[in-house]
Structure formats: structure tokens, C-alpha cells
């Protein structure tokens, strides 16, 4: 961990004792079930494969270990090249697809 | 130094209020009728104070800062396209060549017109449209729903190759339509991000299309469920950011990432008058108000109490929130600190609770060790195994 980081920790930790209320641990709201869908399960090892591979590339750019910390936020890692939907699908007539399977469901 | 971009700060410029529409959740209600703008001495001045800052801090951290201008309202199509073509002209006199810069234009697209697709194709290096599938709450004055002419123009920017992404705003309306949603994005190969209603503009406006925290929790589980099970990559935000948060906890060995406001500000909302907004404080309330980058240096701005104060209360946060949450490190503190989703849940003292993210991530942990093949998968384990120095 780089020096900046934990200093900034102790900065965060000495801030919590500061305030009224100290820090304690968040009440979990009721949560939905995760379902194993065994059918879907390729996709998601596909989905989540080139998620993590883009992971793995992101921390080979060059420069990137020295990057302030606070500057990974909302960045997202380069995706890899991934298998796109088809593009040329009229959105109007989608849409009326989509609608007429609300509607049947 | 090298040519690699080490950091991006955005400013999202609320170059007009003006609009077409009266989306019956903008957070821009009252002021939508308002054709005050921007002017081109304005922007020019917020570029300067911008590159004077940029030059300082990329010189003083040997780091290279990539800028983006997200030019938002009202409707930014209204303007003419001139004026567009005028500003961008002056980013190139002020910034130089050299200076990495992006420009995203937010848009309902409704208006259309051969100079603005090729202001689109040609100005802009992001497009994103705002449309939320279901809920018929993007109406005009008339109060008719213009989402049919919002798709008829993104077919035609399709037509003519200038890509864009979503946005979609969560509410009441759509929030039992997700997979629907999903779907129609992901057969039409459009990338989205889910954005959770903001705040209205006066009391009451949401009465009929509220949510809930929980609701908000749910649909962004629901959204994991969704990317996670259907056939094909699509960039569906913010979902592949909190999965990726996930990842990076269950890794284990990447760098923690700790926000930190003071060190780098991600993202700064500049009014149409000047007046700046971070995303954690309440908009265009002048208590919290950090400066007008049309008067002031944004090195200026930076160093001002007023600025002090808003990063402290992110501070005060994280530090109540994060620091008993075993995500901290690979989830940055940014939610709690800057995410309006996360500011209706409040504890005993008053201060904002983390429960979307909190609650998501372990939802998301949860669903991905479910599959312990998966995590053996060979081919993850590749993805995860670090690569030898090159």
C-alpha cells in the first residue's frame, strides 16, 4: 500500500471517532435470492470471463501503478473485443416486439 | 512524460436549460422554459481557468490528464450547431493539440437536422441519448410522449454511423420492465446505464413514480442477474463497475482504490450561470455552491473553503460508512460519498448511509461464488493470473 493511502486512512479513521456517531456496521436490507440457472450458466462464465480478462489487461497499462489511487474511480477496464448483438434491427419494430412480449407474458 | 493518459477529470456543462421536453422527473423542471446559454467568451474563459489548472497540477504530479466536457441542459441540440462548432474550435486554440480532451453531448434527440447529425458524427466523440423504454414520462409541453421520435432518430444516427449509448432513467414507471429494458437494448446492440431518478425540482413532483432505496437496491440486482445470464457482452452501466468491484475484492492482490476528493475530483457540474456543483453536495443550493468558473481559477476554486467543506463532508462519509465495510479497497468510498442514490437512507446523526452498494456487492459476490465452477473455470483463472513483466 502506498504511503498516501495510509495516511489517508488515518486521516478517515481519527475523522470517524470525530463525528457523533462512530462508524459501525450497516444494516443489510432483505435481499433477493441469487437462482442458479444452471441453462445460463455459459453465458455467465463468457460475461463474466471477458469482464475479468479486461480486469487483467487494464492493470498492464503502462503507468498505471502509479496512479493516485482516487483517480481508478468509475474507471472502468478496456473491454476486450466482445461478441456484439446484431445492429441493424429497426428500432420501431423492436420496440412493438418487445411490447407484444410484455403483453403475452 | 508519457504520451499514456494517467486520469480523466469531466466537466459537465449545463450549457442551457433550455428544452423541448418537460421530462415529468427533471430535476430542471422550473427552469426548462429558460433559453438562457452559455456564451462563447464564457466558455472561453471556463477553458482557461480549466487549462491553467490542467498545466499545473500534470506538471507538478508528471501526470497526463485526459478532459472531458459533457455538454448537458435543457435539450444542448436546441442550441445551433455554430455555436458548437465555435467552442470546440476554441478547446483546440486554448488546450493546444496536445491536451487529451473528450467531448460527450447528452441529448433526448428529438430534434434532428442534417447539420446536427454532422455536428454528432463530426464534434462529438460520445453521443448519449436519454430514453427509458417504458414509463411515458418523457412528454412534451403538449404532454405527448416523444419516445417514438427519440427512436426514429437514433435509427438514423445509426443510419449514418455516429455511435451513442443510453441512458435510462429508473423510476416507478419502468422498474418492473427491466427485462424488457434489457432486452431491447441488448437485441438492438445499444450499450446503457440504468441512472436512478435524482431528486425533483419541488416538493411532490415525484409522487406518482417514486422509489424507494431498496427498489433501487433490487433493480441493480436485478440488472446483475440480467448481464450475468444473457447471451452476448453488452456495456451495461452501472452494473459492469460494480461487477468489477466484485472481481477485484474476490482477487484479492489489486491496489486498493480509496477516493479521495481533495486528491482528484472525478467530476464537476458547472452551471449555466458559472456556479459549481460536486455530485455529493446538493445542486444549486449556494451554501454549497465550490466557486463560478467563469470569475474564478479553478486553481482557486480548488483552494477555497468552500470547496474545503464539500470534501470534508464526503470525508465524513466514507469515514462513518466505509471503514467497517469489507469492500473498501476495491470498491473506492465513491457511492457514499458522491452517488444521489445513496442520500434518502440517513443514520441516527443525520449522515447518509451506504445500503445500494453495500448490499449490492455482497449480492454479487454472492451469485459469483454460487458458481464455484465458474471459479475454477480455467479460463478465469488465466484472466486473474498475473502476467509476466514484458
Not at chain 1, 457523533?20 to 435470492?33: D, F, K, S, T
Not at chain 2, 486520469?7 to 426548462?32: A, P, Q, T, W
Not at chain 2, 456543483?277 to 483552494?303: H, I, K, R, S
Request: glycine content about 6%; some cysteine.
Amino acid at each position: 500500500m502506498k504511503s498516501s493511502s495510509e495516511q489517508y486512512l488515518k486521516y478517515l479513521a481519527a475523522l470517524s471517532l470525530s463525528v457523533a456517531a462512530p462508524a459501525v456496521a450497516q444494516p443489510a436490507l432483505p435481499q433477493v435470492e441469487a437462482e442458479r440457472r444452471p441453462a445460463m450458466e455459459r453465458c455467465v462464465s463468457e460475461n463474466l470471463q471477458s469482464l475479468a480478462a479486461s480486469i487483467e489487461m487494464d492493470e498492464q497499462v503502462p503507468g498505471a501503478a502509479g496512479w493516485p489511487e482516487s483517480t481508478h474511480v468509475g474507471r472502468l477496464a478496456q473491454l476486450p473485443n466482445v461478441k456484439r448483438a446484431e445492429t441493424n434491427t429497426s428500432l420501431t419494430w423492436l420496440m412493438e416486439d418487445v411490447l407484444l412480449e410484455l403483453r403475452a407474458s | 512524460m508519457s504520451q499514456a493518459v494517467h486520469r480523466r477529470m469531466d466537466f459537465v456543462v449545463k450549457v442551457s436549460k433550455f428544452c423541448n421536453l418537460r421530462c415529468r422527473y427533471c430535476y430542471e423542471y422550473e427552469s426548462l422554459g429558460n433559453r438562457e446559454a452559455m456564451s462563447r467568451e464564457q466558455l472561453r474563459q471556463l477553458y482557461r481557468h480549466i487549462e491553467a489548472w490542467r498545466a499545473q497540477v500534470d506538471a507538478r504530479d508528471q501526470q497526463r490528464t485526459e478532459l472531458g466536457f459533457i455538454w448537458h441542459g435543457g435539450e444542448p441540440l436546441l442550441l445551433e450547431p455554430g455555436f458548437y462548432w465555435d467552442t470546440l474550435q476554441d478547446q483546440k486554440e486554448i488546450f493546444g493539440e496536445d491536451v487529451p480532451r473528450k467531448n460527450v453531448l447528452q441529448t433526448n434527440l428529438t430534434v434532428l437536422d442534417e447539420e446536427r447529425i454532422e455536428l454528432l458524427r463530426r464534434g462529438f466523440d460520445v453521443v448519449g441519448v436519454s430514453v427509458d423504454v417504458f414509463g411515458g414520462l418523457r412528454v412534451n409541453v403538449a404532454g405527448k410522449d416523444l419516445q417514438p421520435q427519440t427512436l426514429k432518430n437514433m435509427e438514423r444516427l445509426r443510419e449514418r454511423g455516429v455511435p451513442f449509448s443510453t441512458i435510462t432513467v429508473l423510476t416507478r414507471a419502468n422498474i418492473g420492465r427491466l427485462r424488457h429494458i434489457y432486452d431491447f437494448f441488448s437485441r438492438a446492440g445499444i450499450d446503457f446505464r440504468l441512472l436512478p431518478l435524482f431528486d425533483g425540482a419541488f416538493e411532490g413532483q415525484h409522487r406518482s413514480f417514486d422509489m424507494s432505496t431498496q427498489d433501487i437496491l433490487k433493480a441493480f440486482q436485478e440488472l446483475v442477474d440480467l448481464w450475468l445470464e444473457k447471451d452476448g457482452f453488452l456495456k451495461v452501466y452501472p452494473t459492469l463497475e460494480q461487477i468489477q468491484t466484485v472481481l477485484r475484492f474476490i482477487k484479492g492482490n489489486a491496489a486498493p482504490v480509496y477516493y479521495n476528493k481533495r486528491e482528484w475530483l472525478p467530476v464537476l457540474l458547472v452551471n449555466t450561470n458559472g456556479d459549481c456543483f460536486t455530485y455529493g453536495d446538493p445542486y444549486e443550493d449556494p451554501e454549497w455552491c465550490v466557486g463560478n468558473l467563469f470569475t474564478t481559477p479553478l486553481v482557486d476554486l480548488f483552494a477555497g473553503e468552500r470547496f474545503a467543506k464539500s470534501a470534508l463532508a464526503a470525508e465524513r462519509r466514507i469515514a462513518q460508512n466505509c471503514l467497517s465495510c469489507p469492500y473498501f479497497g476495491a470498491c473506492s468510498g465513491y457511492p457514499i460519498a458522491e452517488e444521489h442514490y445513496n442520500f434518502k437512507e440517513k443514520r441516527p446523526d443525520g449522515g447518509r448511509t451506504c445500503v445500494v452498494e453495500r448490499n449490492l456487492f455482497a449480492y454479487i459476490e454472492k451469485r459469483i461464488r454460487a458458481q464455484q465452477e465458474l471459479l475454477t473455470d480455467e479460463r478465469v483463472e488465466a484472466a486473474f493470473r498475473e502476467q509476466p513483466a514484458a
